[in-house]
């Protein structure tokens, strides 16, 4: 197992994780701080764990919508009527650019 810290919203968090997993780790803490970061400066009175709990649903919203448009062309792909594809990757790199600027 290996170790590191992560930074969100200024405040330093051990955290455990397999080996070979910190990059990754260290990417998705940044995301949540950034997150976080951009609460913060819209609202100014919330406190660490609201910040916190607002940024974590508002990523499980966006994750929820990435899910539901795959299920979406999943049910297309296997539908009986032909699928237009063409608009397939405009969909997916749309949800990618919000998850990304999230």
Known sequence: MA????KVNGRS???ICGDG???HLEYLSEFVD???QDLSESISNASEGQLLLMASL???DDLSQAYE???KLR???AGDQPVDHSDWADK????ADKLESA
């Open 21 to 23: 997993e910190e990059e």
């Open 58 to 60: 508002l990523i499980a």
């Open 69 to 71: 448009t795959i299920e």
């Open 92 to 95: 997916i790199e749309a949800i």
């Open 34 to 36: 950034k997150k976080v």
């Open 13 to 15: 968090y051990p955290i």
């Open 3 to 6: 170790s590191l810290t992560v």
């Open 75 to 77: 049910e297309d792909a």
